[in-house]
């Protein structure tokens, strides 16, 4: 059994009138690559301040290694910031930021050296040493900004965004960058983001947050094929999952009339039998929709583009806009011309790949669909 070497109990944060934070639990083994992800002003930020002391909460408690440490300066709790912006200072080169903590601390100079050039050999950062700030890189910078963390040797690594800033060639260079870190260093790291991207590929553990409040939380697995709400589903994935609200409306049980807003065509729908409520929003994955040409499911293309393998086609069921991903099959081809015509194609998918949320809350009522057809 792991420790658990940081714990949120109950953290509530508000900035005047904004509560930013709602009574927030969460307990992060040792050890772990957990992500925080949610859009502007979900909280996430909010999370990671509290934990290095740079916000005061209104309630709760934060711990770290067992220890309460709600009330205790930043230097105290034994935790290093990797910031967005890097937070280097520009007249120190590389290797003075690096070396900047330890110096404070009072190290021989011997050692000094001896951590930070450790450090920078790990991090293949060594010829830098000698640079300042405007003359590295942006992947160059970050590296130096992990190596000041990392010569720390901190219980806990806290992540704010580090690659928001590098463009999309040298943030797939740095997410691997970051997974060797964490296998150097075998510690916690608190990473957050609004990338749902980054999310998947760096957690080991996935908390989705929204307006304050945990929406979700689970591997990158879980989250993705069970999403507990409207917002996860929605936010997790890319493209994100289509959602076609719909009214039901009971037949011989269990089987349902199924009308999808604005649609004249309504589906019969196979429940497992648990009841359904009379409004329901169907979750489908764009990957998951298939050419059909006797699919219950009938819509006129709107769009499509071309995505080298694979062809994006927007059509509308009902008054819902639907994206589906498929496969670059001569049948799927024949779509890209389909458009300016409003060709009306029938596709299918299967039950299982179908999730159901309450139309008004929102919350995940699973995988209730046993069979759809048309009536």
Do not use: C
Request: hydrophobic share 40%; charged share 25%.
């Amino acid at each position: 059994m792991r420790t658990i070497p940081v714990e949120i109990r109950g953290l509530t944060v508000r900035f005047g009138h904004t509560l930013a934070l709602q009574g927030l639990d969460m307990s992060i083994p040792e050890g772990e690559f957990r992500v925080i992800l949610g859009p502007s002003g979900s909280g996430k930020t909010t999370i990671l301040r509290s934990i290095a002391g740079l916000i005061e909460p209104e309630a709760g408690s934060i711990w770290i290694g067992g220890r309460d440490v709600t009330l205790l300066y930043p230097s105290e709790r034994n935790v290093a910031m990797v910031f967005q912006n890097y937070a280097l200072y520009p007249h120190m080169t590389a290797f003075n930021n690096i070396a900047l903590n330890l110096r404070m601390r009072h190290l021989p100079r011997d050692e000094i050296d001896r951590k930070v050039t450790g450090v920078a050999e790990l991090l293949h950062i060594s010829p830098l040493l000698d640079r300042t700030p405007r003359e590295l890189s942006g992947g160059e910078a970050q590296r130096v900004g992990l190596a000041r963390a990392m010569v720390r040797d901190p219980a806990v690594y806290l992540m704010d965004e580090p690659l928001s800033n590098l463009d999309a060639k040298l943030r797939g260079e740095m997410k691997d960058e970051l997974r060797r870190f964490h296998r150097i260093v075998q510690k916690t790291i608190i990473y957050v983001t609004h990338d749902q991207n980054e999310a998947m590929a760096l957690g080991d553990h996935i908390v989705v947050m929204d307006r304050g409040r945990k929406q979700q939380e689970g591997t990158p697995k879980e989250v993705y094929d069970r999403p507990g709400t409207v917002f996860v589903a929605k936010f997790i994935g890319s493209p994100p999952m289509n959602m076609i609200p719909a009214r039901t409306e009971a037949l011989d049980r269990p089987r349902y009339r199924l009308s999808p807003e604005g649609s004249p065509a309504g589906l019969v729908l196979t429940s497992n039998g648990d009841p359904l409520p009379p409004e329901v929003q169907l979750g489908i994955r764009p990957s998951s929709i298939r050419l059909d040409p006797t699919g219950p499911w009938k819509g006129p293309v709107e769009y499509t583009e071309l995505l080298g393998p694979q062809i994006e086609v927007h059509f509308r069921v009902g008054t819902t806009r639907v994206v589906a991903i498929l496969p670059r099959t001569s049948a799927a081809e024949g779509l890209l011309e389909a458009e300016a015509r409003k060709e009306v194609v029938s596709f299918a998918v299967e039950p299982a790949s179908i999730h159901v949320f309450e139309g008004r809350t929102g919350e995940a009522l699973g995988n209730p669909i046993l069979s759809l057809q048309s009536p």
